[in-house]
DNA sequence: GTGTCTGCAAACGATTTGCAAATTA
DNA sequence: TAATTTGCAAATCGTTTGCAGACAC
């Protein structure tokens, strides 16, 4: 399955200096496409009946050289699983605790700098959301 | 190693109606000393030295335990392990990048309910910062 | 004695690694 | 042809489970 967005797929790709290989491009194309924070097991089983031979290392291997430069945010909401975003911007992430769906709820909460302990320096933040969702409500 | 807090301890697992059994008592006790944010498999290190017979398997069966019915929390701030607070108030937890302790370091953000998407029900939120602690500055 | 608790060993699931074959420049 | 990439199989690591013996009421 090629994402509709092939030219903006590779574009991003080799911005970062990725070579667009087919693989790497299925990957990201499916998170553009897809916003739903799929874990790297969901990633390979959309792709894997496209793309028979397609391997769950190479999806791993690729979803690592993506978040160590950038081009996607892991999502460790849950336990024993990552997931992964293309919208690589500070958002808050939503967990359904009933349907088990994760929504981008709005954007990046403030800090208080004045809150922050003296002497330490933050570079990033991460909120989570657990409740249920407007349709398991 | 007991902890001195031997009544306190005592108490928090009657109240819970947990049987106060040694292991619980040393594991619950380590986490009432200790605020580092230990995992289960530093707790076991910790205790196994006074506790040869301890084992790990208890370790987990009694974090999950506590876990359950509220005594501790566990705080996902890293994927692939779980770390145990006997601080079950909302917090926030600052992970140091480079030496890797956490701290608690303020208490829970208010979510501006307005910002909540329409019919979104809220049961729990967790809020991580990643920066460098004022020893790593 | 009956039910709970403990702890060993094995199972488990997500992820990583070693390495050789396949692909690309 | 040299360098990169892929993918299988095996390893790893945190955690859970099965189960038999030990312990508590």
New binding site residues.
């Given amino acids: 399955m090629v994402s509709e967005n092939t030219a903006l797929v590779t574009q991003r790709l080799l911005e970062k200096n ?2 667009p ?4 491009m299925a990957v990201y194309g499916y998170l553009l496409d897809n916003h739903t924070h799929p ?3 969901a990633i390979y089983s959309a792709l894997s009946p496209s ?1 028979p ?6 999806v ?3 979803l ?1 050289q993506f978040v160590d430069c950038g081009l996607v945010q892991s999502v460790t909401i849950e ?4 997931r992964y975003d293309a919208d690589t911007s500070n958002h808050v992430h939503f967990k359904c605790v009933k349907c088990g769906g994760i929504y981008d709820v709005m954007e990046k909460i403030e800090l208080p700098p004045e809150k922050i302990p003296q002497g330490f320096s933050v570079e990033k933040t991460q909120t989570n959301v657990w409740g249920k969702c407007s349709l398991c409500c």
Same sequence: chains 1, 2.
């Fill in positions: 990725i070579r290989s087919l693989q790497r874990t790297a097991d793309m031979t397609l391997s769950k290392t190479t791993y291997n690729t690592r336990d024993g699983e990552l």
